[in-house]
Every structure is written in C-alpha cells, then in structure tokens.
C-alpha cells in the first residue's frame, strides 16, 4: 500500500449547471445550484485513498462551517487530518464553478484559507512526509511552501510529483526537486511555451520540463488520454471512451489514482505507462459523475469496471 502526503487545497465548491457558460456582459439563467466538497489537494488526496492508499494532508481550513464540513469529508475516508491546521482570519477556501451541457467547466477559485499555510505549519508537518513514499502538491497553496515540502521530501528520498494548477509560471528551483510532473495541455503550454496538440508537441513540451531536471512528465488530454515523457521516450495512453457529464476534478482523480499505484521504488517507462492506464480508468469513472469528492471512485468500482488491475 503506498502512503501518499498531499499539501494542498481544501475547497466548497459551489456550482451552477448552465446550458452554454456566459459571454462576457451575458447573463442567463440556470436551473441548478449545489455546494460540493472540493480543492485540488483534497480531491488528489481522496482519490488515492480511495484507490487504496495511505494518505494524509497538508493543508489549512478556516474557523467556519464550510472548514468542519471538508475536514469530515476527509475523515469519512480515513484521511488523516492532523496537519489540516485552522486559520485565524482567512475563510476556508472557495471555488465558484459553472459546468456546461457538455460536461466542461470555467472554474474562479477563491483561496481564502488555503494560500495562509506558513512556515511553521509546514515544519510540524515534516513528520507526515517521513512516513509518505508520495509527496503531491498542487498551485492552490503557496509556492514557496510547495518549495519547502518538495526540498524536505527529496532530502529524505521521497518521490514528489507536481500537478502545476492552476497555471502559472513557476520557479525553475521547484522543478529541480520534482520527479514526475502532472500538467494538463494548457499548463503545459504556459510552463514551455510549446502548445500541446499531438506527440511531438508533447514531446517537445515533456523534453523542457526533463532538461529543467524534471525526471518524468505526464501531459494529460483530457478525453484524448495522457502523454507519458521520459528521457528516451514518449507515448500517448489512449483515455476510456465513456460519456463525460462533468469534468471537474478529472485531473484529480487521475493524480490520485497514479500516486496510489505508482512503483515509487523503481519508477521506469513500462511500469509508468501502465500507471497511467490505471489514472485514465479511475478518471474515466469521475467524468461521468456530478462534482468533485462525490465523482471520486473506489477502488472496488474501477475493479468492476476494467477488472482486475
Ligand atoms: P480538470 O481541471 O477538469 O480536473 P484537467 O484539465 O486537469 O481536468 P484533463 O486533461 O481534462 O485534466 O483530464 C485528466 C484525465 O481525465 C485525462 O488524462 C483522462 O484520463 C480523463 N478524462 C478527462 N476527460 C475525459 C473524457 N471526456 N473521457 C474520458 N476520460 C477523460
Ligand atoms: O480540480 C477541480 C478543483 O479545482 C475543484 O474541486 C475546485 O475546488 C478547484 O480547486
């Protein structure tokens, strides 16, 4: 069983159903209305335990109602929550989301609590990371504390991986403690420069990340699959062809499910590959349900899917 720490968001999301998401000065009616529990982090982080791993968070909530409601989300999985940390002033965090008839979201999040994690926080959180074989962060927390978890991780041999959302450009010393980084097309695109539309684009896009001393690069697809790059290859694992109704958290669920399989010990092209498969299929299940944490499958479920893994 792999053990999975995660620094990252804890999000309410609160989202809309809207037939066409609205043109700038538009405004139109929609007929749904829901608070779904959510954030990067917390999305990754049930997404592995859900698929089996040990898994705790790093992380901060605010003193409110939305905070005691996501913290019992992650404990109702087993999720320990003993770093999750409480912030004075900032309100736990939000994301305003408007899903469309074909499944696709426009997402603003509202970081609140999430981006006040400091220093000292994340050094009562070192024991959390000695346990973990997985180190994840995302870009809903702040940059620098990513910086401090990953640096602390490498030094005791950890495997972190980066899931660079939402896009910005980053730091070139964040990169050099990352092992395997997990953008989508467009982050891809705003960390190279290069525009992702077939294998040789993620091949270039994959090659900037390795010379930076990135070790592997996953460039998911979205419903095309996920580019897999290393330094002597680069291969597309195809996505499951389902009908998508909600994409939210698709990214997550893969992360979560890659971490929760992937061969930390012996990380190579076949064995990644093959991981890969395994994120695409856990994903290939959350498109095709409503909202984030509620979309994330078991284990159990993929099983009954696609078999035996
Ligand atoms: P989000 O921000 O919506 O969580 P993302 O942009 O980070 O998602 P995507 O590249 O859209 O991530 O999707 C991640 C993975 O989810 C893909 O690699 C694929 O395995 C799966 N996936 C996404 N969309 C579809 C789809 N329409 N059909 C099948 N699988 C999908
Ligand atoms: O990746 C999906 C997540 O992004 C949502 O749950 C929302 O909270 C934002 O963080």
Known sequence: MNKVCVLGSINMDLVVKVNEIPRIGETI?????????????????????????????IAKIGKDENGKILKSKLEEDKISTECVFEDEKEATGMAFIMVNES???????VSGSNMAINEEEIDTSIQKIKEADIVIAQFET?????????????????????????????????????DIIVPNET????????TVNNLDEANEAGKVFLEKGVKF?????????????????????????????????????????VSSKLDFKNINKENLIDTVSFGNKVSSIAVQRKGAQPSIPYLKEVKEVYGDY
Do not use: H, W
Request: aromatic fraction near 4%; include cysteine.
């Open 217 to 257: 690069v996953v460039i998911t697809l979205g419903s095309k699959g996920a580019a897999v790059i290393g330094k002597d290859f680069c291969e597309i694992v195809p996505a499951y062809k389902v009908n998508a109704i909600d994409t939210t958290a698709a990214g997550d669920s893969f992360i979560g499910g």
């Open 103 to 109: 499944g696709n979201n426009s997402i603003v999040v």
């Open 187 to 194: 982050e891809a695109e705003v960390l190279t420069g290069v």
């Open 142 to 178: 702040a940059e620098e504390m990513t910086l401090k978890v990953f640096k602390k991780a490498k030094e005791l041999g950890k495997v972190t991986i980066l899931n660079p959302a939402p896009a910005k450009k980053i730091n070139d010393e964040l990169l050099k403690v990352t």
């Open 29 to 57: 009616l929609s007929k749904s209305f829901e608070k779904i529990a959510g954030g990067k982090g917390a999305n990754q982080a049930i997404a592995a335990r859900r698929c089996g791993a040990e898994v705790s968070m």
